[in-house]
């Protein structure tokens, strides 16, 4: 059977929104994880959505329908042609293992499974969405991905030859088992190291030609697509001897969106409701566990100030940049997200004055208290541009539930021990 691009369907962009529920994720499935640097803006694709993406770069894929219902699964299936695999289309791995794929030999039995797989919750994520596609027979499965390796400033790629569903073991028992390349983005992937590299992973022999030119198209998808994570769990060889992709797990970078046309993936992010309300304001926020709710300017000082709040013992409820305009508005809506967040015991507004000068954060911050009745006390740094003159102007505004620290440190150290009084 001939690999077709996976038909997407029909439904407008909005339905899909609604029904994916899930947190995105963005790291390999496994083993090494590159230094974790917060991406604040990538788009997780489903699947099928992932699929359809590699498909565009000439990597062969099963046809398959994505589907919201148990009728819908069952006409899919008849298009497509039995048996195929129902398979739960979910923002996380260890679909397998928690009953979200299943084989499915005709109508009843895709009933049976469709029905059973739509609302399973696979760690935390309920199934709204299910990809029908056209089994293929396997004699065996392998494990690659690429990744970004920031620390080593190179792209990463893992081969191995023991894919599957027990990928996680392997890298914990056996990781000899996983060949790895550094590949310097400015070189590219060279067929030759290629060929090293399936070498080096001992691949079955016989499939050396399919596999490097499976990989050299990976690699393409994962650079021209503007991936940070396209990794294929298992990619396999078919009883044909033909190597194929089985899964498929993709992170998009955000910010080659205007490159280009991503709505449909973008629709089925899915933030939690603060990350929703801050996105509608046009602010970078990401959602954490702590208690100290955090406004910075500037994705650099955010972060910092997250380290500085973990170590001056507490735990940051929020990263939020407020970018370079550090107005009133801008000000009120970053202090109505997190006052919204009922585990914020303390708020730190960490600001740094470059361009945007010191005194117009503070009527910034003035002006936001003025619109925004907030319930946790606020720890203010100000420095940078025109510090001082903002200083003055926060200085009659002062009280115990409003505090400005000169440094961030002892910024940080008071915010953690409101946040605990709180
Ligand atoms: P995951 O558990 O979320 O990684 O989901 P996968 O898509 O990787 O599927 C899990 C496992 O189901 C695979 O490793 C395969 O062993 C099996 N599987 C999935 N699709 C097929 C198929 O078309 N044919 C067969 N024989 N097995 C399949
Ligand atoms: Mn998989």
Not at 25 to 52: H, I, N
Not at 83 to 93: E, I, S, T
Not at 270 to 292: P, S
Request: charged share 20%.
């Amino acid at each position: 059977m001939a690999p077709v691009s996976p038909d997407l369907g029909s439904k407008p962009i909005t339905e899909w929104a609604r029904l994916c529920e899930a947190r995105p994720m963005s790291l390999p499935s496994f083993g090494y994880q590159p230094q974790r640097v917060t991406t604040f803006s990538a788009v997780d694709l489903l699947e099928y959505q992932g699929k359809q993406f590699f498909a565009q770069f000439g990597i062969p894929v099963s046809d398959g329908r994505p589907v919201t219902t148990v009728d819908e699964a069952v006409a899919a299936a008849e298009a497509v042609g039995y048996p195929v695999v129902v398979k739960a289309q979910v923002h996380a791995g260890g679909r397998g293992k928690a009953g979200g794929v299943k084989l499915a030999n005709n109508a009843d039995e895709v009933r049976e499974h469709a029905g059973n797989i739509l609302g399973l919750d696979i760690s935390g994520h309920i199934t709204r969405i299910l990809w029908i596609e056209i089994a293929s027979d396997i004699s065996e499965e392998y494990y690659v991905s690429f990744t970004l390796d920031r620390s080593a400033k190179k792209h990463l790629g893992m081969l191995s030859k023991e894919g599957g569903v027990e990928i996680e073991q392997v890298a914990v028992e056996n990781p000899d088992a996983i060949a790895k390349i550094w590949i310097d983005p400015v070189d590219g992937l060279t067929e030759a190291v290629c060929r090293e590299w399936v070498l080096a992973a001992n691949l079955n022999p016989s499939v050396t030609v399919g596999a490097v030119a499976l990989l050299l198209k990976l690699y393409t998808a994962y650079t021209d697509g503007d991936a940070d994570l396209a990794e294929i769990n298992p990619l396999i060889v078919k009883t044909d001897g033909k190597v194929h992709a089985l899964d498929a797990k993709v992170t998009l970078d955000n910010n080659a969106q205007y490159r280009h046309e991503w709505d449909e993936y973008e629709a089925t992010q899915v933030r939690d409701e603060r990350e929703e309300a801050a996105h509608a304001k046009g602010l970078q926020y990401v959602g954490l566990d702590g208690t100290v709710g955090v406004i910075a300017n500037g994705a650099g000082l955010a972060m910092s100030t997250l380290d500085v709040v973990n170590q001056a013992g507490g735990k940051p409820a929020n990263f939020l940049d407020i970018g370079g305009g550090a107005n009133a508005e801008v000000m009120a809506g970053a202090l109505q997200v997190i006052n919204d967040d009922p585990n914020v015991k303390s708020i730190f507004i960490n600001i740094f004055g470059g361009i945007t000068r010191g005194e117009e954060v503070a009527k910034g911050i003035i002006g936001a208290l003025e619109m925004v009745n907030i319930s946790a006390p606020i720890v203010i740094r100000l420095d940078g541009t025109n510090a001082e003159e903002g200083r003055a102007l926060l200085a009659p505004h002062l009280s115990d539930k409003l505090v400005s620290k000169p440094t961030m440190l002892e910024a940080a150290a008071a915010a953690v021990e409101l946040a605990k009084k709180n």
